[in-house]
């Protein structure tokens, strides 16, 4: 079955510094894997997607992720982060050969930014 | 171009009652899905439309829950016999069909459904 993982239930970064946040997936296909970030009171909004391709794609708000198929891992990344990234993020898969399909998301890594 | 939108933003219902949530797609969008999020959990599938019919509805939890979609444009979540255990926030997004694009959906602001 199709499932994402997000190990980090709660993340706490200061400003300025990097910042990882780690997905893994499990998926039969070719996956189409993306990143969502969500504010309190919000929807969802789309940071960046791997359909294929250059494995290191880039994103809105300085966001990056890399494509890891030998790891299952499509891990987030920012060099420097701003106290308003402090926000929900969402790891999700769908399937790439299937067109339109329903994403799988993870739970969610909550991004905390202290001074 | 306007987006995904979603009323009543919020809901509040009695337990046993019957409630529509409404979605309407960004124009010309023909794929449709349904999405509910729980208290600190991420979205989950619930329903998917490709035009005017339902292409997957194997997350639709039980026969209370049912959606329809009849002109591929706008589309009704109904809930009936509403139970403490629905509310949640429910999602709307939509992207474009087979071979009109990439598959990106594009979500709604949702609607928070509380059962008391």
């Known amino acids: 079955a199709q499932s994402v993982t997000q190990p980090d239930i709660h993340i706490t970064v200061s400003e300025g510094a990097s910042l990882e946040l780690r997905c893994n997936y499990s998926?039969?296909?070719?996956?189409?894997l993306f990143w969502y970030v969500q504010s309190p009171g919000q929807g969802l909004q789309l940071l960046l997607k791997?359909?294929?391709?250059?494995?290191l794609v880039q994103g809105i708000k300085g966001f990056e992720a890399e494509f890891k198929r030998s790891q299952s891992s499509f891990n987030l990344r920012k060099p420097s982060v701003h106290w308003s990234d402090a926000a929900e993020y969402f790891c999700?898969?769908?399937?790439?050969?299937?067109?339109?399909?329903?994403?799988?998301f993870g739970k969610g890594t909550r991004l905390s930014v202290i001074a | 171009g306007a987006g995904v939108s979603q009323t009543p933003s919020n809901k509040v219902t009695e337990k046993g009652k019957y409630v529509e949530l409404r979605c309407d797609p960004i124009?010309?969008?023909?794929?449709l899905y349904w999405y509910r999020q729980s208290l600190g959990q991420g979205p989950e599938f619930l329903i998917y439309?490709?035009?005017?019919?339902?292409?997957?509805d194997s997350g639709l939890p039980n026969d209370r829950f049912f959606a329809v979609r009849p002109e591929g444009s706008v589309s009704t979540l109904k809930i009936q016999r509403t139970e403490r255990g629905d509310s949640a926030v429910y999602l709307c997004?939509?992207?474009?069909?087979?071979?009109?694009?990439?598959?990106?959906?594009?979500f709604g602001p949702g609607t928070r459904l509380t059962v008391t």
């Open positions: 997004a939509s992207s474009q069909g087979p071979g009109q694009g990439d598959y990106e959906q594009y």
């Open positions: 998926y039969g296909a070719t996956p189409y």
């Open positions: 791997y359909f294929s391709g250059d494995t």
């Open positions: 999700a898969v769908g399937g790439a050969n299937s067109g339109n399909t329903p994403l799988v």
């Open positions: 124009s010309g969008h023909t794929a």
């Open positions: 439309f490709q035009g005017t019919g339902a292409a997957d």
